[in-house]
T-cell receptor
Framework: GAVVSQHPSRVICKSGTSVKIECRSL??????MFWYRQFPKQSLMLMAT?????????EQGVEKDKFLINHASLTLSTLTVTSAHPEDSSFYIC????????????FGPGTRLTVT | AQKITQTQPGMFVQEKEAVTLDCTYD???????LFWYKQPSSGEMIFLIY??????QNATEGRYSLNFQKARKSANLVISASQLGDSAMYFC????????FGAGTTVTVRA
């Protein structure tokens, strides 16, 4: 089946710094990728829809200047948490679907971000 | 986005017994898909089963089966012969372009 990878799997950064998380579709092309955030014991919350070659679409309440998304190619989307603060500590997951294959989504393994 | 309702925040089940996890959805779109995913403590989302809105038969994948009742807009997951490794959080997810997530059900399998 299709595989989506994320890098890094864990990252610890200091408050005020920026951190980049990569999401790659390894064996298929994805025009659209999705970024989610998950707090402990809660469901995934959609943050934004990443569109290849165009601007991301952010969900209500998500700061676009805080969470920068770049979908530069059909296999790579990046999420950059800018000027991170401890409240940004969370589990971030991406998902992507194969073009022309309706409804199937493949999730990345997630990135655990800790801001100290 | 659709509203997905999982009414059971947590469940305990005895090893080797079956367990049913509830899920209801509210789309008015005739074309949609329903997934169940499992998320163990490691955090990875593991695909279990998929049901398309036009599928005539209920989906089955090994020990997992989906009780799809379209008129009631419910898509309950049945896990047969529970194993200790089934302890995890389970999400019901619907898609008609974006994914809509239920709140999840934490299943704990007891030996």
């Amino acid at each position: 089946g299709a595989v989506v990878s994320q890098h890094p799997s864990r990252v610890i950064c200091k408050s005020g710094t920026s951190v980049k998380i990569e999401c790659r579709s390894l064996d298929f092309q994805a025009t659209t990728m999705f970024w989610y955030r998950q707090f402990p014991k809660q469901s995934l919350m959609l943050m934004a829809t990443s569109n290849e070659g165009s601007k991301a679409t952010y969900e209500q309440g998500v700061e676009k200047d805080k969470f920068l998304i770049n979908h530069a190619s059909l296999t790579l989307s990046t999420l950059t948490v800018t000027s991170a603060h401890p409240e940004d500590s969370s589990f971030y997951i991406c998902s992507a679907g194969e073009e022309g294959v309706a409804y199937e989504q493949y999730f990345g393994p997630g990135t655990r971000l800790t801001v100290t | 986005a659709q509203k997905i309702t999982q009414t059971q925040p947590g469940m305990f089940v005895q090893e080797k017994e079956a367990v049913t996890l509830d899920c209801t959805y509210d789309t008015s779109d005739p074309s949609y898909g329903l997934f169940w995913y499992k998320q163990p403590s490691s955090g990875e989302m593991i695909f279990l089963i998929y049901q398309g809105s036009y599928d005539q038969q209920n989906a089955t994948e090994g020990r997992y089966s989906l009780n799809f009742q379209k008129a009631r807009k419910s898509a309950n997951l049945v896990i047969s012969a529970s194993q200790l490794g089934d302890s995890a959080m389970y999400f019901c997810i619907a898609t008609d372009y974006k994914l809509s997530f239920g709140a999840g059900t934490t299943v704990t399998v007891r030996a």
